[in-house]
């Protein structure tokens, strides 16, 4: 009988151990699926920022299709990783593979441009951070790639709004 009773009590733990690790696993392949939602959102000082807390995020202006904005980019990690050169950021649209130049320099001239690598990070005490303007051209969620020289640095998804003018 006792022998019984402890068969059942392990086959009871076992099998709340499996859910529990299957619910995990679905919650975690769930996010790999949903991977195209806009990142999180959390506060650096007194700055709202959306992004990755303690590695990448940039300011939570909204995006708006078409239009340059001013944000500044926030880095953490290592300091020999965050010096590892130049910023390049490669854009993705949810629905399209191509990928598109978010960088906007001489923004607001004759000579503006997209491109795809900024300066250096700023470094600081406790993160390294780089003001930007940038532009995406199409309504929708976009995963922007961000590189520190060639070497992938981090990934965040933002939602652009689309113009008003459109």
Not at 23 to 39: I, K, V
Not at 122 to 131: C, R, V, W, Y
């Amino acid at each position: 009988m006792r022998k019984s009773m402890i068969s059942i009590i392990t086959l009871v733990l076992l099998a709340v151990i499996l859910v529990a690790c299957s619910d995990d696993a679905e919650e975690s392949q769930n996010e790999n699926d949903d991977g195209w939602s806009e990142s999180p959102v959390f506060e650096v000082g007194e700055y709202e920022v959306i992004g990755k807390e303690e590695r990448l995020a940039i300011d939570h202006i909204p995006f708006v299709a078409g239009e340059n904005e001013q944000y500044v980019m926030y880095f953490w990690g290592e300091q020999e990783e965050l010096m590892n050169g130049p910023v390049k950021i490669e854009a993705f649209h949810e629905d399209d593979e191509e990928k598109k130049k978010a960088i906007v320099d001489l923004a607001g001239t004759e000579n503006e441009e997209k491109i795809w690598e900024a300066t250096a990070p700023q470094i600081g005490k406790e993160q390294a951070h780089l003001p930007l303007v940038l532009s995406l051209p199409t309504e929708g969620v976009w995963r922007l790639d961000v590189y520190l020289g060639d070497e992938m640095f981090d990934h965040i998804y933002v939602k652009v709004q689309a113009s008003e003018e459109a």
